[in-house]
């Protein structure tokens, strides 16, 4: 059971995805939720990144309405964090290897989306998808790696830090 302060803090962080994926929205397939799912999924529990993973996805289908990306943003966000958890041991604080598989996870995040397009609708429909999507999945894995390059250490140093404060 999560008391009060915890609620909180994953409900501001939750919170804190959205500003950012709306803040770049005007950029197709750049974004910081990615960096930011890295920085909460190696400093909180499996079950509370899970959970800022979830509320994140419902404040977004609020603001951009429901459709079938609903369901795909819980599991395939929740493939990320799963991701992070087992490499967590392995990469430690190698911040290029950290790039270098949020760059993978950006390139296969349409084909994810393809999957789940194929589950639904058929194999044509998600095979074309995901032939149309790869360009966007190019620059997702770009700004993914370059984001992640630059911005991992201190955020993470920060976040750390504030966390602790928190209690």
């Given at each position: ?11 501001l ?11 770049l ?11 930011w ?61 950290w ?11 349409g ?57």
């Open positions: 059971m999560f008391n009060v302060r915890k609620l909180v803090l994953l409900a962080l939750a919170a804190g995805a959205l500003a950012l994926q709306v803040s929205s005007f950029l197709p397939n750049v974004e910081l939720v990615t960096l799912f890295l920085i909460i999924g190696l400093s909180l529990s499996f079950k509370e990144s899970v959970i800022v993973v979830f509320v994140f996805t419902l404040l977004e289908a609020l603001v951009w309405g429901f459709g079938d990306w609903v369901l795909g943003y819980l599991w395939i966000w929740t493939v990320w964090i799963i991701m992070i958890r087992c490499f967590k041991p392995i990469l430690k604080d190698k911040t290029h290897l790039a270098l598989l949020g760059a993978f996870y950006g390139f296969v995040f084909f994810l989306f393809a999957a789940q397009h194929a589950l639904l609708y058929g194999l044509n429909m998600g095979i074309v998808y995901w032939i149309r999507g790869i360009s966007f999945d190019i620059i997702h894995a770009f700004s993914n790696y370059s984001l992640i390059l630059i911005l991992f250490t201190p955020i993470l140093k920060v976040f750390n830090n504030l966390i602790r404060k928190w209690g």
